[in-house]
């Protein structure tokens, strides 16, 4: 082998070297860098994972509160639907007592809520000639034993008799007794409207229905409900 040859054998085996020592570099470099990137995605993905974990948790979270929520109301709903079909059963059986016990349940109504005893009365279409009638004349006879107490005339229809002249006597001087069944009708469940000129006291069943409901509900919910 002459110089040249030498030389260009020399330079050749030099540069081999300094390429395999660059690729050496390049690959011990290269897998640093992969060995890093791929640690920081590792840990790129565990953290995805557990945040996805934890999201699943407080979506899952969320979706129990808000199912749970929604079953509460539901079930809130429905025992006010109870409680409010309690009253309204209440109100049928008012205004489907037998005609004797509906007619003393009106005329002890009116005694009590008669502030004069010369009001008129106003009945529903339904109640007007027959029980709101009977109710007026037994109204006035409890008025009439009110504004005169029985007279010692003994037993017997004679003293009877007497007797409800006499009270009647009474009360037409103290102006009571005097309760009168209205031209007037109006549209309500049961019950009257007692007035007097302009004023109306409001004695229908479904007002006070309404009004007992109004104080009454949370107790009746209990009675209905007593687990809750």
């Known amino acids: 082998m002459n110089g040249i040859e030498k030389i260009t054998a020399r330079i050749d085996a030099d540069t081999q070297a300094e390429i395999d020592r660059i690729l050496g570099d ?82 002890a109504m009116l005694v009590r809520a008669s502030s004069t005893g010369k009001e008129e009365v106003i009945f529903s279409p339904r109640d007007r000639e027959d029980a709101g009638r009977a109710a007026v004349s037994r109204a006035n006879e409890l008025l009439a034993r009110e504004a005169a107490p ?48 302009r004023i109306e006291v409001n004695c229908t069943f479904d007002a006070l229905v309404r009004s007992e409901r109004e104080q009454t509900a949370g107790a009746v919910a209990k009675l209905l409900f007593p687990e809750t």
């Not at 979270?61 to 808000?66: D, G, K, N, T, V």
């Not at 009270?167 to 009168?180: H, K, R, W």
């Open 26 to 107: 390049a690959n011990a470099q290269a897998e640093t860098i992969g060995a890093k990137y791929r640690a920081q995605a590792e840990a790129e993905d565990a953290d995805l994972l557990a945040k996805g974990q934890r999201a699943a948790a407080e979506r899952e979270e969320r979706l129990i509160s808000a199912a749970q929520m929604e079953a509460r109301k539901s079930l809130l709903t429905v025992k006010q639907e109870l409680v409010e079909r309690a009253y309204q059963r209440a109100l049928e059986k008012l205004c489907t007592l037998p005609r004797e016990q509906y007619v003393e349940l009106l005329a």
């Open 150 to 197: 029985e007279l010692p005339l003994g037993d017997g229809a004679v003293a009877s008799f007497l007797n409800k002249v006499a009270a009647n006597v009474s009360a037409l001087a103290q102006g009571t007794a005097m309760l009168t069944v209205s031209e007037e009708t109006r549209a309500f469940s049961g019950g009257f409207i007692l007035k007097n000129g």
